[in-house]
């Protein structure tokens, strides 16, 4: 479940050797019975039990899944995505920079890329992303750009691991899952920002956002003022007063509207009505705070669909529902159409060649079915009619 939670069956947990005897990981948690038998449920950390007896996916199956996902993401609309890697909580860092060389670098030295992607590779390797910058610049060409490095702080809201002040509902006593110890996460990131490297962490519980928030502001403190473009992931749940924190140092709020349909009709069960009221999803106070809210989908968790994203954001309906989710936090069309184009652009330091039609920048960008603005505000279409890269039709 969102990378963040495996199912394994009796005879998977016996090949791994999980019983009633194995611990927990650290920043993992193996879910029980009463009487301590495993059920099958792994959160986080503890997923990498199982994720290591699983045979590795062949580099041609990979790679032609780099093809039909490029084909996929064309189709809606999509010319640019940043891609922070195969690694989840429990995964080998080793499989990121596995796919840079074995897909990544073969689709372009075949002349096969199809979208430009910025890389992200797990924080504990960033002196190898420092080294290859240093070695081969930030783009390798105008498809492929090394952005910086990624860490995780938090799980999430659907396996009750997102990290919270106050206790799940469903869940007595659990307050989720910190996955990193705080002063190896801030050594990391200090190194990484000195090596000028971008940082991007995920944090969705409202005391995970908070940690980073204060973990920045050392940094900051410690190695100066720059433009560094720190991207906090998710940005889920914010205390009150957290939203305005993000626009003092200027940090991208990585947000993804569409797992609004996911949470909308569970997060009152998991953390409370009023809690989930007060904050979820808060774009538009992130917004007025100064942040950079960039949209994504955080694809596969939820579809890579930019036009029902807008939709989402703009409404904050579910299919079905009447009323708007937190309907104070819902934004105009403009700023939902800038989070997913020119700030999302910027989040990842590409804003001076895409996320908007300027001389000068890449000519990217898509035919929509609408004949004017005001239609397009007023009914969102679902499809685009066309697609174009470097000025040439890539879709259809």
Known sequence: MDGHM????????KIAGIDKNTNDPVGGTIVRTTEREPTGLLVDAAMKLVFNVIPEVSVNDRREALLTASRHALMRGVTTVVDVGSYVPGTSEEQTWQDFSDVYEWAHSMGKMMIRVCLFFPMPTWPRVSDLIHERGRSLSGWIHLGGVKAFLDGSLGSSSAWFYEPYEDVPGDYGLQLLD???????TLESDKSGLQVAIHAIGDKAN???LDMFDKVVSLNGTKDRRFRIEHAQHLSPGAATRFGEHGIIASVQPDHLLDDADSAGRKIGVE???RSSYLFRSLLAGGAHLAFGSDWPVSDIYPLQAIRTAMSRKLPGWEAPWISAERLPLDDSLKAHTISAA??????HVLGSLVEGKYADFVVLPSTSWREFADDIPGHVLATYVNGKQAYP
Do not use: I, K, Q, T
Request: include cysteine; hydrophobic fraction near 60%.
């Open 6 to 13: 495996g199912l394994a069956n009796s005879l998977a947990m």
């Open 182 to 188: 705080m002063d190896v996460l801030l050594n990391a």
């Open 210 to 212: 908070d940690m980073l």
């Open 275 to 277: 809690r989930a009221e």
């Open 346 to 351: 910027y989040a990842c330091f590409l804003d």
